[in-house]
């Protein structure tokens, strides 16, 4: 029997079926490549102020979609890209948290009273402040949209993190912020690294036969864990050291002085412009010049300090028109909730007194859209294991493939 090349079926995606290992799916055109880390981290930032403009429950669960569906198909096979599900917890656990703070300090101010709490009795001077009591739906809903925010915002950032390669972010900070973007760079990669040692020392105990559940269980994982992270950290300080991170030339005290004034200086510059762009009671005038001037001048400070750290790079990254995209549709999904917030606002906060259900509008959904293009315009990662689909075997597959036995020819016999 001759095997017969998959045949494509449709207009579908791109998939073909095989007689005997079923859909098999078309390999990508596109060379994998890792793309550059801020490039992923310009689109997580843009969903995040997308998220942070709206308490839409529709509209932020849909960015959490669009944030789980790119780091779905785009995350690789590195220790950082399975540190996706962690942050998805503790955006839950934040959800939770907010709802329960509304019942603990109460949770009466609404029409629709669910149930009455025992209330605490407190102080003259906790005036204002009150324990349990009524629970109403309008403020059961209102601490549930402020957590979905904050949880949004958080799986946006989760994404990036598992998404970039820290190890390459570190590489593309400037020069005057090479000491910080280490430190920074290290602190980004502690959630992964940690996730990977709980899964190794899990998968160990297991092969070991040992419960894993169960208090018993979080005592025997906890402890490997904390030495692994210990072992970790003080080999990578002793690799940094033998490559001598940390180190600088020799610098006048004057010239450093000058050069953290302009720098903490442009930064004050910046932070009141910002403020007086923010500010609508303020003149508009102070603000833009102001947060020109702070840039001017912390520009300049950087490029000064960026002279003093002596460096070599080997094939730096450049930003290819795939980084432009992806960088794109984050800037544009922020933009166009913003853009919706001024149009449409009492739907991007819908009410929650009385409680109205939420609505969409086509605004948000295209910012919704332009989130998620990133799943198709960036580039497969490349795969360190590349992993086969499994070849599902039929009865008559292995009755065919079974070998025959049959009793063994007499060469001898009495003659």
Not at 152 to 165: D, E, F
Request: aromatic share 4%; hydrophobic share 50%.
């Amino acid at each position: 029997m001759t095997d017969r090349a998959p045949v494509p079926v449709g207009r579908g995606p791109a998939t073909a079926v095989d007689d005997r290992r079923g859909p098999v799916r078309w390999p990508d055109r596109r060379l994998p490549r890792g793309l550059h880390p801020g490039a992923w981290w310009l689109w997580a930032l843009g969903l995040a102020t997308a998220a942070s403009h709206t308490t839409n429950p529709l509209g932020l669960g849909l960015l959490v979609a669009v944030a789980a569906l790119v780091v779905v198909r785009r995350r690789g096979d590195a220790p950082w890209a399975l540190a996706f599900r962690m942050y998805l917890v503790l955006g839950a656990v934040i959800v939770a948290m907010r709802v329960v703070f509304r019942i603990v300090f109460g949770g009466g101010q609404g029409e629709h009273v669910l149930v009455r709490l025992p209330e605490i009795p407190l102080p003259e001077w906790a005036a204002g402040i009150r324990l349990f009591g009524p629970v109403a739906a309008e403020q059961l809903l209102g601490g549930f949209q402020d957590g979905l925010r904050l949880a949004a915002m958080l799986v946006c950032l989760g994404a990036a993190n598992a998404l970039a390669n820290p190890k390459r972010l570190l590489k593309a900070v400037p020069g005057a912020l090479y000491a910080v973007g280490t430190a920074v760079v290290v602190a980004l990669s502690v959630a992964p690294q940690l996730v990977e040692s709980v899964l190794r020392v899990r998968r160990a105990r297991r092969l070991r036969g040992a419960p894993g559940r169960g208090v018993r269980a979080l005592r025997g994982i906890a402890l490997p864990v904390l030495a692994d992270a210990l072992d970790r950290s003080l080999a990578l300080a002793a690799a940094m050291d033998s490559r001598g991170y940390g180190r600088t030339d020799a610098v006048p005290a004057g010239q450093r002085a000058v050069t953290g004034a302009l720098v903490l200086g442009g930064l004050v510059g910046v932070c009141a412009g910002t403020y007086g762009l923010l500010d609508t009671t303020g003149s508009d005038h102070l603000g833009l010049p102001m947060l020109l001037a702070g840039l001017v001048v912390a520009v300049a400070g950087m490029l000064l300090a960026g002279r003093r750290v002596r460096r070599s790079r080997y094939r730096p990254d450049r930003w290819r028109p795939a980084e432009l995209l992806v960088a794109g549709c984050g800037v544009t999904a922020a933009a166009l909730t913003v853009l919706a917030g001024r149009v449409a606002p009492e739907l991007l906060y819908p009410p929650v007194s009385p409680p109205t259900w939420p609505e969409l509008t086509p605004l948000l959904l295209l910012a919704v859209a332009a989130g998620a293009a990133p799943a198709w315009l960036a580039p497969p990662p490349p795969l360190a294991r590349p992993t086969r689909p499994p070849v599902p075997v039929s009865a008559a597959t292995t009755d065919a493939a079974r070998p025959t036995t049959s009793p063994a020819p007499v060469t001898g016999g009495h003659r």
